[in-house]
């Protein structure tokens, strides 16, 4: 039977007229909800109903909630929502973990994503620990996981004792590298300080399997660089004073006597700024080296 | 056994005129547009999410085809009317039906042949393009032949589901035996749950009952080692052996009900 013109002309026109619509409907403010109230939805929450309801498809159903998971992150971190919240972060690595045991970047990635700090992460060690904690389970023998929970009390809770211990406890497990025993033994001697981090920060930059997880161990490496150059030029500021019974007032009066040939940069490229009434030295409010760690944010 | 292979012969032609064999297009369509549009998405992740979409989509599409065309099998000669013809003709009905099956099963290997194929040339793809660094921290190759196994016990699932909705199909509606096969598809996920039950339950003759189902229903979860080969986790040959002969004697079980069944069926 042949399609009358008029048909096609009408199925052509209730098609623009359904396009129209949607794209006015998106211009129009959305109806939204109070303040506070959490719009990210998780309907099944259960990991034993999810592993139930995903009958053979279990690995597939994992990358689903880790894709979810990727999602939920990064749209909450880019978020200019002052009360954006990451409260399905650990349900849905939970649930990922779950159909998934052997799922190592959910837990590598998953306890980074909920150890930094608000409003970059989760701000949530505890469950960054839990999350490892369920991964050493079902892979006992995986020292990556236990080097990262020792990465975790390292990093996140200053608790060196526990991080060595981690570290130590990773050493033990087969395949592991030869620098997590001496990284162990530095850790538990002269926990926080900069020798030790800048191990660690190495290590995970040179075996880190993900770009954004290199870029973050260079950023920090960077952090730690910027905070020998300001000891350097600090030193520099005392001999100064040493020399001409003054603090100087400026990088040109340093210049002037010889002790530096310009205005020192950060290793981002950012000139270091020096306050002539302490003689302290610190990074430009306009540096992206900052916030450097300090006793808020140890080493 | 050539009355058997002329019907098979026939029911692969007819499957390849019915287009069954289009969904080969669907799954390389779905795999190369996955392996280039995830990436984004999963931190890093695309190779292990195609393999686990490669091998899902096999399974998937090949229930799909054991199921759908399963149930046909006998009943569009029987709606056609023309069983009588193919009866009346120096067959017998076990061949008939046995011919059947083996027709369905050569499509359905066919397809998973085809579609394994492709599956590892995007993987082989993927790893090219794969700088050195990052294929380091992979647990095994792209392209890892262990994946075969799982390959292989999803083949034996699927000809354990065909004869399944053969056997529903030789006494029931095309419906009613689609739906009779899912159902006896899905338990079979839940096998361990049965054999489990009776801690949970006081009654001893529920618990008892319950046990001769976990031993009588299909276990088909035992198929199911997706998981382990996509992370290059060992799976034993023995446990390969033991679930193959689960798979084939099952096979062999559900193949003889149905012919019995069909044997008796009364077509006037």
Known sequence: MKVHPLAWAALVALCAAVIGLQALQSRE?????????????????????????????????ADLYWIRTVQHYGGTKLSTDVNKQYDILYPLLDLTTSLDPYFDVAYKFGSVFLAEEYPSGAGRPDQAIAILKKGLQAQPDKWELAQELGFVYYWW????????????????????????????????????????????WTEIARSADADWLRD?????????????????????????????????????????????????????????VLDPSTGTVTLDPASSLNPLPNREHPL | MRVIGHVAVNVFKESVRDKILYNLVVFAVLLISASYLIGE?????????????????ISLFGLLIAIFIGIGLVWKEVEKRSIYTLLAKPMRRQEFLLGKYCGLALTLVINVAVMTLAFYAVLAYMQAETPDNIRAAWPAPATDPAMLKAVALIVLELLLVTAIALFFSTFSSPFLSAMLTMAVWVIGHFNQDLRDYGATISSPVAAAVARGVYYVVPNFAAFDVKLQAVHAQPIALRYLALTSLYGVIYVALVLLAAVIIFSRRDFK
């Open chain 1, 216 to 272: 973050q161990a260079t950023f920090r490496l960077k952090q730690l660089d910027a905070m020998d150059g300001i000891d350097f030029v600090e030193s520099i500021v005392e001999r100064y004073r040493a020399r001409t019974g003054t603090l100087p007032s400026s990088w040109t009066d340093l210049i002037r006597a010889g002790f530096l040939r310009g205005v020192p940069p950060d290793p981002a490229g950012t000139p270091f």
């Open chain 1, 157 to 200: 809770l200053a608790d060196y004792d526990d991080a060595a211990m981690w570290f130590n406890r990773a050493a033990d497990m087969t395949k592991a590298p030869d620098w997590l025993r001496p990284l162990a033994a530095v850790t538990l001697a002269q926990g926080g300080n900069r020798t030790s981090s800048r191990t660690l």
């Open chain 1, 29 to 61: 403010q959305p109806l939204g909800l109070p303040a506070g109230v959490s719009t990210n939805l998780l309907y099944v929450r259960s990991p034993g109903f999810a592993r139930h309801a995903a009958l053979s498809f279990h690995a597939l159903a």
């Open chain 2, 41 to 57: 998405l999963t931190a890093g992740q695309d190779v292990k999410i195609i393999k686990d979409l490669g091998l899902a989509s």
